[in-house]
């Protein structure tokens, strides 16, 4: 059987009845692909369907548990809009969308540290609030933008 998966072509599909936040999800039922959609970025499954069977090698379950350390994608283009995150999935080609200042926090975060560590500090100082609130809220960001493929595991935990 593992035989055939291996060699077998990858058969991704949405998945409308399985929601992951009120999105569908997108999934491989010949690896372990899979991830929800974001409705403005994505623009429907059809464009991460055909990227997957033509890149079946990236396959990474985005609706794990968020990981330690991450990674920011090939496919993710980015940068900062004043205050604020612009992200190009070039998988979908939508153009870019902006994300609010904790997700530029966490892509700056990432980028340069693999972690949400000083993503968390410069929330806390930001707002004026205590650390266990920073964190939450960072940490529930960077879930959504893993979740949607936006984030990756990093390399060594892959």
Known sequence: MNAYRTAAPHRPAADYDRRFDGQPIVQCPDCHWAQALNKHLHKGPWALIYWHRDNPNKAINHLAE???????P???RWGHQGQLLAIE????EEGFLLFGHENLEIFESVSDYGSLDQAVVRNTHRRSVFPYAAHAEIEAAA???FHTGLLRPAAHLQ
């Open 89 to 92: 999935d070039t998988r979908t």
């Open 66 to 72: 968020l990981p330690d350390r991450l990674a920011i």
């Open 74 to 76: 090939s496919y993710v």
């Open 143 to 145: 879930s959504d933008l």
